[in-house]
Nanobody
Framework: QVQLVESGGGSAQPGGSLRLSCAVSTNIFDFAAMGWFRQAPGKERERVAFITSDIYPNYQDSVKGRFTISRDNAKNTQYLQMNSLKPEDTAVYYC???????????WGPGTQVTVSS
């Protein structure tokens, strides 16, 4: 049973930083792609950052230069470093992974990020 569990969410002031972690219950190399999505109240879920098997990351335009996606293969964990946070970054952030086997998608339960002064 594949499980993704996020941690590291919370509150920050504008301009502050948070780092999200996503621990994967299986081998991280089982996944063709991994990333982070977010959903703000009243809005659709949107992709924030994504990394594929060729290790080339891509980012939503609104977070480029502020957010960095990375992974620690030895720990089966991916991260999202969020700097220069803005109130519009407030959302529930979800860890995502797509398995090689059958192309199945997996999601974490989500972690709340709130940016306010």
């Amino acid at each position: 049973q594949v499980q993704l569990v996020e941690s590291g969410g919370g509150s920050a002031q504008p301009g502050g930083s948070l780092r999200l972690s996503c621990a994967v219950s299986t081998n991280i190399f089982d996944f063709a792609a991994m990333g982070w999505f977010r959903q703000a109240p009243g809005k659709e879920r949107e992709r924030v950052a994504f990394i594929t098997s060729d290790i080339y990351p891509n980012y939503q335009d609104s977070v480029k230069g502020r957010f960095t996606i990375s992974r620690d293969n030895a720990k089966n964990t991916q991260y999202l470093q969020m700097n220069s946070l803005k109130p519009e970054d407030t959302a529930v952030y979800y860890c995502y992974a797509r398995a090689y086997a059958g192309g199945k998608d997996y999601w974490g339960p989500g972690t709340q990020v709130t940016v306010s002064s």
